[in-house]
């Protein structure tokens, strides 16, 4: 495989950009549809349902970044007997995955009523849709080693494609199922499809890159998983991490208040969730990490995370401001009157993610290196606090108390992390804040201030007014980055990556 290089990250990273742009565009317009479609309280099970879909993710077990680690590793050293041993092992492992996480959501349905605050009209459909979504995990596992090697290979600009395609597919799709009242269960059905269709897909593509590749399934291989044990179990911290902050929530709503509560939280935590998204193309770190530490080229390591920690630390504190300016606006008009909560529920939620966004780059990097012990009990900490902090605070504060609770335990894990990221980086922190953070507060300032004084001279609610304010910011952010917040050296290489993603008129 060839050697990573700036031109292959700003291409993976432009990518996973369009990809979150189609995303967050179709997921916004479907949102207010499907809540008239289908109503708040069906709106809130699906959410529900989509929290238990997240949480059983658990049982990928780390295994993803694994596969995606080894793959680069092994691609770079052109061992690809080894990436199959690997893989197949890999694939074993989530066929049982797939079929305990069929178990437990099968049980789930069945005990329902006991479980969870699921209307006594509503328990059928709630089954039913367990049991779709139960089907649909057992078939995504063991799809998930596809995935895993074309990260591996560093192909995400054919994961870009892949996404998008399938986005737009069940936009269309979704519309018009609602459009001819067939209801929730056939959107899930529809999800259910659209795993099967990106797997097939993935299936495909690393046919096409690796036609000597030929994964083969077997018992034998769960007796010999020893030697991805100490990387797939940091990842598995890793993931449970991520799942209980991102889908917790829903779950500990739906335990304690009634169902149209899930629905208010999942407006606030939707939108914050879509402004990480622009967060989500760091993970083409991961390959690239591994593959250099592979070629031990350190200072190239500390640069990628600095040059990183800058420039995805300016892209989310680009969203956040912006959504701190004009989200209640937003949420007014998107949603209508009765949604204050959700506003209130976003501010908070982002005032985390813009904390702990400044450390993002590293949570990648380090895995991608092979430094995974101060990861590791960083991870343990994280799914304690938030749990424990969410189980009290929603007794005091409500909705309001579990957002709470999640900004709290960025705050906290993070600090302790930032510590360590320096010590490994050898780097030192007034480095990181005039190389990563002064720039960003340069760039944006001058047009969070003018945006102030837009708001403040246009006092009308309309879809225009939101639509030219958010130029206005976005544009004064533009100037700043292009006039000042680029080096020489940055504007070269994006020139000359650029030239080479355009092809020349002949």
């Given at each position: 495989?060839r050697a990573?290089?700036?031109?292959?990250l700003?291409?993976?990273?432009?990518?996973?950009y369009?990809?979150?742009?189609?995303?967050?565009l179709?997921g916004?317009?479907?949102?207010p549809?499907t809540?008239?479609?289908i109503g708040?309280?069906?709106f809130?099970?699906?959410?529900?349902?989509?929290?238990?879909f997240?949480?059983?993710?658990?049982?990928?077990?780390?295994?993803?970044?694994?596969?995606?680690?080894?793959?680069?590793?092994?691609?770079?050293?052109?061992?690809?007997?080894?990436?199959?041993?690997?893989?197949?092992?890999?694939l074993?492992l989530y066929?049982v995955?797939g079929?305990?996480?069929?178990i437990?959501?099968?049980?789930l349905?069945?005990f329902?009523r006991?479980?969870?605050?699921v209307p006594?009209?509503?328990i059928?459909?709630?089954?039913t849709?367990?049991?779709?979504?139960?089907?649909q995990?057992a078939v995504s596992?063991?799809f998930s080693t596809w995935?895993?090697i074309?990260?591996?290979l560093?192909d995400?600009?054919?994961?870009?494609a892949?996404?998008i395609v399938?986005?737009?597919?069940k936009?269309i799709?979704?519309v018009?199922?609602?459009?001819?009242?067939f209801?929730?269960i056939?959107?899930?059905?529809?999800?259910?499809?659209?795993?099967?269709a990106?797997?097939?897909?993935?299936i495909?593509?690393?046919?096409h890159?690796l036609?000597?590749?030929?994964?083969?399934p077997?018992?034998?291989?769960?007796?010999q998983?020893?030697?991805?044990?100490?990387?797939s179990?940091?990842m598995?911290?890793?993931?449970i991490?991520?799942?209980?902050?991102?889908?917790?929530d829903?779950?500990?709503?739906?335990?304690?208040l009634?169902?149209?509560?899930?629905g208010?939280?999942?407006?606030?935590?939707?939108?914050?969730?879509?402004?990480?998204s622009?967060l989500?193309?760091?993970?083409?770190?991961l390959?690239?990490?591994?593959d250099?530490?592979?070629?031990?080229?350190t200072?190239?390591?500390?640069?990628?995370?600095?040059v990183g920690?800058?420039?995805?630390g300016?892209f989310?504190?680009?969203?956040a401001?912006?959504?701190f300016?004009?989200?209640?606006?937003f949420?007014?008009?998107?949603?209508?009157?009765g949604?204050?909560?959700s506003i209130?529920i976003?501010?908070v939620?982002?005032i985390?993610?813009?904390?702990?966004?400044?450390?993002?780059?590293?949570?990648?990097?380090?895995?991608?290196?092979?430094?995974?012990r101060v990861?590791t009990?960083?991870?343990?900490a994280?799914p304690?606090?938030?749990?424990?902090?969410?189980?009290?605070f929603?007794?005091?504060?409500g909705?309001?108390?579990?957002?709470?609770a999640?900004?709290a335990?960025?705050f906290l894990a993070e600090?302790?992390?930032?510590?360590f990221?320096?010590?490994?980086?050898?780097?030192?922190?007034?480095?990181?804040?005039i190389?990563?953070?002064?720039?960003?507060?340069?760039?944006l300032?001058p047009?969070?201030?003018?945006?102030?004084y837009?708001?403040?001279?246009?006092?009308?609610?309309?879809?225009?007014v939101?639509?030219?304010?958010?130029?206005?910011?976005?544009?004064c952010?533009?100037?700043a980055?292009?006039?000042?917040?680029l080096?020489g050296?940055e504007?070269?290489?994006i020139?000359?990556a650029a030239?080479r993603?355009?092809p020349?008129?002949?």
């Amino acid at each position: 495989m060839r050697a990573t290089t700036w031109a292959r990250l700003l291409r993976n990273t432009f990518g996973q950009y369009l990809v979150t742009g189609v995303s967050v565009l179709t997921g916004l317009a479907l949102v207010p549809f499907t809540v008239r479609h289908i109503g708040l309280a069906n709106f809130g099970l699906w959410a529900l349902v989509n929290g238990l879909f997240g949480t059983m993710g658990l049982l990928d077990a780390g295994l993803s970044p694994t596969l995606t680690k080894k793959s680069a590793e092994l691609l770079a050293k052109n061992d690809e007997a080894t990436l199959k041993e690997t893989a197949s092992r890999i694939l074993t492992l989530y066929f049982v995955a797939g079929g305990v996480a069929l178990i437990i959501l099968c049980a789930l349905a069945l005990f329902a009523r006991e479980v969870f605050h699921v209307p006594s009209d509503s328990i059928h459909t709630f089954r039913t849709v367990m049991l779709i979504v139960a089907l649909q995990l057992a078939v995504s596992f063991p799809f998930s080693t596809w995935t895993g090697i074309t990260a591996g290979l560093q192909d995400y600009h054919v994961s870009s494609a892949i996404a998008i395609v399938i986005n737009l597919a069940k936009f269309i799709l979704t519309v018009f199922l609602l459009k001819l009242g067939f209801g929730l269960i056939s959107l899930i059905w529809l999800g259910l499809a659209a795993t099967c269709a990106g797997g097939l897909a993935y299936i495909i593509w690393v046919s096409h890159r690796l036609p000597a590749l030929r994964l083969k399934p077997s018992l034998r291989y769960l007796n010999q998983i020893s030697e991805l044990t100490r990387f797939s179990g940091s990842m598995f911290i890793w993931g449970i991490a991520g799942r209980v902050v991102m889908e917790s929530d829903r779950i500990i709503i739906g335990l304690f208040l009634p169902m149209t509560s899930v629905g208010v939280y999942e407006i606030g935590l939707r939108i914050c969730n879509y402004s990480r998204s622009v967060l989500y193309p760091v993970f083409t770190f991961l390959p690239a990490a591994s593959d250099l530490s592979a070629r031990d080229e350190t200072e190239r390591l500390q640069k990628l995370y600095l040059v990183g920690t800058k420039y995805f630390g300016l892209f989310y504190a680009f969203v956040a401001c912006g959504l701190f300016l004009f989200g209640r606006q937003f949420i007014q008009l998107w949603m209508g009157p009765g949604f204050d909560t959700s506003i209130v529920i976003l501010f908070v939620l982002l005032i985390g993610n813009v904390y702990q966004s400044q450390n993002v780059v590293a949570h990648v990097l380090l895995p991608g290196m092979g430094r995974l012990r101060v990861f590791t009990w960083i991870m343990v900490a994280y799914p304690i606090l938030n749990l424990a902090l969410s189980l009290i605070f929603i007794k005091v504060w409500g909705l309001v108390g579990v957002a709470l609770a999640t900004t709290a335990t960025y705050f906290l894990a993070e600090t302790v992390f930032l510590y360590f990221i320096t010590r490994i980086f050898e780097v030192k922190i007034s480095r990181i804040l005039i190389s990563c953070h002064l720039p960003v507060l340069a760039i944006l300032a001058p047009a969070v201030v003018v945006s102030l004084y837009f708001r403040a001279m246009m006092v009308e609610q309309s879809w225009f007014v939101l639509i030219a304010g958010v130029a206005v910011f976005s544009a004064c952010s533009a100037g700043a980055l292009f006039t000042y917040g680029l080096s020489g050296a940055e504007r070269d290489r994006i020139r000359a990556a650029a030239a080479r993603l355009i092809p020349r008129p002949a």
